[in-house]
């Protein structure tokens, strides 16, 4: 079976991310193949990790999706619930 057709999500973890998180995610939408949807999921940054997010959000040509935990996970339940929630046939995580 091959991969012709075939979608990518991507999914980033973050937490107080913010000196690395718009390079990160510039990144992933520079891909030569693009991904259908970005989904950054936040567990509970307190730095302006969301903000930075939020802007590129607003002008990317690739979907990003925006989820924040209600409550700290930790970095391996935080990427699993945002991959759960991946509509790509492949997810990929970025970290």
Do not use: H, W
């Not at 000196?19 to 995610?25: D, G, K, N, P, V």
């Not at 930790?74 to 046939?89: E, H, I, P, Q, T």
């Amino acid at each position: 079976m091959g991969t012709a057709g075939k979608t990518v999500s991507v999914v980033i973890a973050t937490y107080n991310g913010s000196a690395f998180i718009r390079e990160q995610l510039e990144s992933v939408i520079n891909q030569t193949i693009k991904p259908i949807e970005i989904i950054v999921a936040d567990d509970g940054s307190s730095d302006e990790t969301l903000d930075i997010v939020r802007s590129i959000a607003a002008r990317s040509a690739v979907a990003i999706k925006i989820k924040v935990n209600d409550s700290n996970l930790g970095f391996r339940d935080n990427f699993l619930m945002a991959a759960l929630s991946a509509k790509g046939d492949f997810v990929a995580f970025c970290d």
